[in-house]
């Protein structure tokens, strides 16, 4: 059923601090480098992949391999350690190969996860490939529900990331977020990931205070905010409603300077984990001049 909307009062403290400003890192050559590039850019969190993004086999780690990665992030200040699944999972498939394949593939990010001892896992949910939200929504709970009755006695947290909306993609507002965690039992260790490019794209307009507010407010309306246990912070490309994803640099897409400021001190985002997945100055991907933006308005000193 649907949670009764209420006010979004603060209940938040101020030591609670502001958003924990981090990025998505390359994990190559090793697991623990994922450690050692979120050190260098001064991350407070990190998010990889745990292999290639685009081939369906599982990521297992050595057990050496592993400890290693578990030992540099105990030296480290990251506090919070994500792995993003692969880009080739659609959990409402109705094609039997793909969507197997899918939830063998989500099976595996969960373990990976354990074994290095990671808080979460963050999936893009897929396409109902034109079968309809409803037809969508029973594939996806029954490969939720298998998903984590395999990986039953873990504490790893199963995120599902909102999408912008283009081709029949599940997820592109909260009340169908809502609807997948409750046909998936409401389990306790569901979750969200909130993409701010990919939700403006999909017509919430986190441009001003009051577009913020009213987004959070359908959180938590839809699906609690108990739920949201990250954000991916980038800008877009894309114009608002325009369901296309396409990240930007931080201030230099359509979202703009000033929200990303109101962004990280938003006192019901406070000491959540942010996650850069912007194309970078370079385009490398995130680095430190979009990291020092963020940590400016965080009040946060640069590392």
Known sequence: GKRERR???????????????????????????????????????????????RTWRPTLYSDKDAARFIAARAASGISFAVIHTIYLINLASNREDLYENSVHSLVGA?????????DAIVTHIGSHQGAGFSAGLSRVAAALRRALAESEGSSVRLLLENTAGAGGTMGVNFAELGAMIEAADS????????????????????????????T???????????????LHLNDSKAPLGSNRDRHENIGAGEIGLEAFGR???????????????VPGLDGKGPDQANMDVLRKFAGKTQK
């Open 7 to 53: 006010c979004l009062s603060v209940h938040r403290t101020a030591t609670l601090l502001d958003v924990r400003i981090g990025a998505h890192v390359r994990a190559s050559g090793g697991v623990w480098k994922a450690v050692e590039a979120g050190v260098g850019l001064g991350c407070e969190a990190i998010q990889f992949f745990a292999g290639s993004p």
């Open 110 to 118: 969960l373990r990976a996860a354990e074994q290095l001892q990671a």
């Open 187 to 214: 389990h306790p260790r569901l979750g969200l990931c909130v993409d701010t490019a990919h939700a403006f794209a999909a017509g919430f307009d986190l441009r001003t205070a009051e577009g913020l507010d009213d």
């Open 216 to 230: 959070l407010s359908r959180v938590e309306a839809e699906c609690g905010l108990e739920r949201l246990v990250m």
């Open 263 to 277: 962004i990280v001190r938003h006192p019901l985002l406070a000491a959540m984990p942010g996650i850069l997945e």
